[in-house]
């Protein structure tokens, strides 16, 4: 398991994503057969590429206990532009371990994208997933590295971060905050004041609705942390699970 987990993380050096309004943090559990409708969006004002918005509806699977796939349809919307088909996106993650089994959880995610501008080339994400708790406080940190593939330009593989802490007050509510980043290219960071950091305040919640059924969701509104990250950033992911 480790021989295989130190193989995944060498390859995903050659590879790295670029950061939209609608991200949202990736956690490294699995649940074997749970069939999920994915919705989600998001918006920002950069200071250089001014506003955005962007949403994606997607369809998942959990194929095995250590493998869920998902399919996303991807949209966006620029100021003063209509909205526009973006991209397809494929998504897999792989659980690692079993929950409990060690004092951190530990996945892995796989993202493969075809944005409609045929020159971006393909997109590839993936990283390490980790994930620990303390009482009713449960932490989770990613690793994430993406470059376009095939794309008309000169490409780098970027690296970029996700984290998110949450306090579980109920099933129904819970609190915390979370944060997105991109430091530049892997072995060669960008200016501190030229990196993307955005933090802020996150809500978090699962309702019931019977056996297997029930809507899980997630928000937060971030705030940037350098010259060179969205101002503000207001995003939010909803999820049927049945």
Do not use: C
Request: no cysteine; aromatic share 12%; glycine share 12%.
């Amino acid at each position: 398991m480790i021989r295989v987990t130190l193989a995944a993380m060498l390859l995903a050096i050659a590879m790295a994503a670029l950061a939209g309004p609608a991200d949202y943090v990736f956690l490294p559990g699995v649940t074997y057969g749970e069939r999920e409708i994915d919705l989600k969006m998001g918006s920002w004002k950069h200071p250089t590429d001014g506003n955005l918005s962007a949403g994606s509806i997607g369809f998942g699977y959990g194929v095995t206990q250590r493998w869920f796939t998902e399919v996303y349809r991807k949209y966006e919307h620029r100021g003063g532009e209509g909205t526009r088909l973006d991209a397809w996106e494929w998504e897999n993650k792989f659980q690692l371990t079993e929950p409990g089994q060690y004092p951190v959880d530990i996945g892995f995610i796989v993202e493969l994208e075809r944005p409609q501008d045929r020159s971006e080339g393909y997109e590839a994400l993936l990283g390490p997933l980790f994930q620990t708790e303390f009482g009713k406080v449960q932490l989770n940190a990613n690793v994430l590295f993406g470059r376009h593939l095939h794309a008309s330009t000169e490409q780098h593989t970027g690296l970029g971060y996700q984290w998110q802490i949450k306090y579980r007050l109920m099933p129904e509510f819970e609190f915390g905050a979370q944060a997105f980043g991109e430091v530049g290219r892997v072995g060669h960071w960008d200016p501190s004041n030229e990196q993307s950091h955005r933090i802020g305040p996150a809500v978090f919640g699962k309702v019931a609705r019977g056996g297997r059924h029930a809507v899980r969701y997630n928000a937060a509104w971030l705030v940037g942390a350098t010259e060179n990250s969205p101002h503000h950033t207001l995003r939010a992911q909803v999820e049927y699970e049945f």
